[in-house]
């Protein structure tokens, strides 16, 4: 969405109390969030999001499409998407918007022009897309967008390890020190400290 005013549901009184789950942080009061995994082709990408914005607009809700080949799942997704509703209540946002700061905490960074590579681009896509407040009829309207899928995308063979290692610069000190391959909780460990050192 192009403003930055607050959607009709909030928080409430707890929504600056620290919480480690997506859905204990994002519904006090029945309020949440939904994350999916869709496919689409995207011939143009401006026409693409001008296209969801209106349906976001629409349903007076936000909805951001996460590339998943820059994700380390979904929970990184998820995670990202969680702190910047904080950061949204909080007023605390570096960007104008809700989508650009739930891509900026994807990315690790306060770069919009980073940022933006963890969005969707033009040709084939495989997204994580987020709804934040949760509407009914959102998934239906977004049908003809998208096509949503069960499909499993949290996978990270070696190849994709060896990316996110290099994206988040991760070094092998910080993998020496988990008992198991733990990509995704280090990433996910550069997340928050985006939040700390904002």
């Known amino acids: 969405m192009a403003d930055n005013k607050k959607p009709v549901d909030s928080l409430g009184p707890d929504k600056g109390r620290p919480l480690p789950h997506l ?8 309020h949440a969030c939904d994350v999916r995994t869709a496919t689409c082709f995207i011939g143009d ?9 209106a349906i976001a607009e629409l349903f007076d809700t936000h909805i951001i499409c996460f590339n998943t080949g820059m994700l380390a799942g979904k929970r990184h997704a998820q995670m990202a998407l969680h702190h910047a509703v ?6 605390s946002m570096v960007s ?7 891509l900026l905490f994807a990315a690790g960074s306060r770069q919009c022009s980073v940022a933006a590579l963890f969005g969707v681009q033009e040709g084939d ?16 309207a977004l049908t003809p967008l998208m096509c949503v ?6 996978t990270i063979d070696s190849h994709k390890r ?7 610069g991760i070094t092998e000190e910080e993998i020496a020190t988990c008992s198991v391959d733990c990509i995704t909780e280090l990433v996910l460990e550069r997340i928050a400290l985006l939040e700390v050192y904002r």
């Not at 859905?23 to 029945?30: K, Y």
């Not at 990408?45 to 914005?53: G, P, S, T």
């Not at 060896?162 to 988040?168: C, G, R, S, V």
């Open 162 to 168: 060896a990316y996110l290692i290099k994206l988040f």
């Open 23 to 30: 859905q204990d942080a994002l519904s006090p009061g029945g």
């Open 96 to 102: 104008n918007t809700l989508e650009m700061e739930a």
């Open 45 to 53: 990408r401006v026409a693409f999001l001008q296209k969801i914005r």
């Open 149 to 154: 899928t069960d499909k499993n995308m949290d």
């Open 125 to 140: 896509n495989s997204m994580f897309v987020g709804c934040y407040p949760t509407r009914d009829g959102i998934w239906d």
């Open 86 to 91: 904080r950061s949204f209540h909080n007023g």
